[in-house]
C-alpha cells in the first residue's frame, strides 16, 4: 500500500466512524487516536535512541 492508498483507507475509516458516532464521542475517538499516535511515537523514538546508545554508529 503506497502513501496515497493508506491516505485514503484513513479518511474512509474516519468517515466511517464519525457517521457512525455522535459528535461527542468523534471527538473523544480523535483525542484518544491522538494520544495513543503521540504515545506510539515516543516509545518508538526512545527505542531508536537507546540502539543509538548501545550500538554507536561505525566512522
Do not use: H, W, Y
Not at 483507507?9 to 487516536?33: H, P, R, Y
Not at 499516535?37 to 540502539?51: F, M, P, Q
Amino acid at each position: 500500500m503506497d502513501g496515497n492508498q493508506l491516505a485514503t483507507a484513513i479518511t474512509a475509516l474516519a468517515v466511517a466512524v464519525s457517521s457512525a458516532n455522535t459528535a461527542e464521542d468523534t471527538a473523544m475517538l480523535g483525542l484518544i487516536f491522538t494520544q495513543l499516535g503521540d504515545t506510539l511515537a515516543t516509545i518508538s523514538a526512545k527505542r531508536i535512541a537507546d540502539v543509538d546508545v548501545v550500538s554507536p554508529p561505525r566512522p
